[in-house]
């Protein structure tokens, strides 16, 4: 009698157990960089939702209901900082959400945008949110993104640490590949155009000069003075690449192209991932393409 | 700073001013009289309402083939043409006034473009639509505005006698011709072209702009028809010439600064305008004190 008993007990803490490991985590990411490194850390026990989806601008997102409710929904929050997310907030409130809000940036020293006027005036002193473009950010990302894990979920510590820790190695193989590649090229030709700044944080890690037409965001639209400096600038420098970029105006690039013989590079990806069959489906693939994409315009 | 390298020297340097130039040249080459004729006949607004009605079109041509010239033309002028004609048969077979119906139309239409464009994930392209880029003129669209200037003009010509008949006494006209509804009906398309073609350069919100603002301007200078065409035409070039002159040097975004050129011609030509300007309120005029 007693050990049937036992028997049944034992049996309906398994079916909860097991019904409660099939339940995952809900998780919202900002977007599709940051959902991307969450999957990673959170593997089989976390559901990930993204806000702003590959190929769409994090900086002009306009959110739909259904996105509200992914947010009401959602336990843990996870978002970039340093400015990015500016529509998140309200976004959050309007939710009546009461999942945890996580900075992934938190820890990281974060740059202020460069922002070099023609008459040297008027320098507006911006954070620079795109703090994943540097390797060694992303590996304060993923601590945090463990820790708020292992916070909300503390039954799958084990496993986050694991994951997290294997994504890590991953990560610093990822480094110093583009630490290799980077010193293949020689010092004078590591300059490139690229029609949004977003690479400051690649350009400081990794030492290759990046110069944009547009300012800081995407929001601002690119002037004659603008077009005319950059212009100006590959002539004079000899700038042997330009870089068209997912999300911004490609005409705009081919332009100057034209107008100064410049090479004109692959797409690079800076804000978002591609789709699931493009070249830049995770972190990982968009870093490895990316240097790749530089490396190949400024080999010759 | 000397007056070459300040209103020259920027075209003669960059190829993409010569590009912007020419393209902003042509679209007020085909924009002007068009936006003049719209004036006169009282359908300043139905210019804006169309180039919202054009951005569905655009859209879906966006969404198969992206930034892609041929397939935003395309779906601009079907949608435009679309909404002009679905617009006015309405008008035609219902109480509905051709206002409110262009109204109902170009609303639904706006709200299906934003949706369409959304869909494709990116809403920074919307602004690329709305906006435009006159900057980044290449040479096939540069054809194509020069084309639809040609056709503009050439078109113009052609319907020239029944469309003014029919913007000073159309009861007149349709007592003497049949020619009033394809006179129309040609008239409305030369609209949709013209905005079509200013949209790949100053997006669909602004392309209005250079075909209104120089046509309401010249209506203060100018009695005659052909005169106040000419003159818009002009105000037109110099706004393209001015306001790119304006990006250059202040920084400030292009295809805005074009038509805020033309809106102060138009507020200047307002207060300082002969013909029914403010003027004659605030200058005293002379032979009273004799």
Known sequence: ?300 | MNPYDFLIAPFIEFEFMRRALVGSFALALGGAPVGVFLMLRRMSLTGDAMAHAILPGAAVGFLFAGLNLFAMTTGGIVAGVTVAVGAGLIARSTGLKEDASLAAFYLVSLALGVLIVSIKGSNIDLLHVLFGTVLALDDATLILIALIATVSLVALAIIWRPLVLECVDPNYLRSVSRSGAPTHLVFLALMVLNLVGGFHALGTLLAVGIMMLPAAAARFWARELTAMIALAIVMAVFSGYAGLLLSYHTGAAAGPAIILVAGIVYVGSVLLGPIGGLKRYFVRVRHLEA
């Open chain 1, 1 to 300: 009698m007693l050990a049937r008993l036992l028997a049944a007990m034992l049996f309906a803490l398994l079916s909860v157990a097991s019904a409660r490991a099939q339940e995952k985590l809900p998780v919202v990411a900002t977007f599709s960089i940051l959902g991307d490194l969450v999957k990673n850390v959170g593997g089989d026990r976390v559901a990930v939702s993204t806000l702003v989806q590959p190929n769409g601008d994090a900086h002009v997102f306009q959110p739909s209901p259904a996105d509200a409710k992914t947010i009401a929904d959602a336990k843990v929050i996870f978002m970039n900082g340093i400015g990015l997310e500016g529509w998140l907030d309200r976004l959050i409130k309007a939710s009546g959400s009461k999942g945890e809000v996580v900075i992934a940036t938190k820890g990281v020293k974060p740059h202020e945008m460069k922002d070099d006027d023609a008459h040297g005036h008027a320098h507006e002193h911006k954070l620079d949110p795109h703090a994943w473009q540097s390797v060694a950010n992303v590996k304060i990302y993923v601590a945090n993104i463990r820790d708020a894990l292992i916070a909300a979920d503390p039954a799958g510590r084990e496993a986050y640490e694991k994951n997290a820790a294997g994504y890590l190695q991953r990560l610093s193989a990822v480094e110093s590949e583009i630490k290799e590649t980077v010193a293949k090229i020689p010092a004078t030709k590591r300059r490139i155009i690229t029609s949004h700044d977003a690479f400051g944080y690649f350009a400081s890690s990794y030492g290759i000069e990046f110069i944009a037409p547009q300012g800081v965001s995407t929001e601002s639209e690119a002037s004659a003075r603008d077009v005319a400096k950059i212009i100006r600038q590959i002539r004079a420098q000899k700038i042997p690449a330009v870089f068209l970029e997912n999300i911004s105006d490609p005409r705009l690039m081919q332009q100057i192209a034209k107008e100064t013989g410049a090479k004109i590079g692959g797409t690079v990806y800076s804000d978002s991932l591609s789709g699931t069959d493009g070249p830049a489906a995770s972190y990982i693939a968009m870093m490895e393409h990316n240097i790749r994409q530089f490396a190949a315009a400024l080999a010759d």
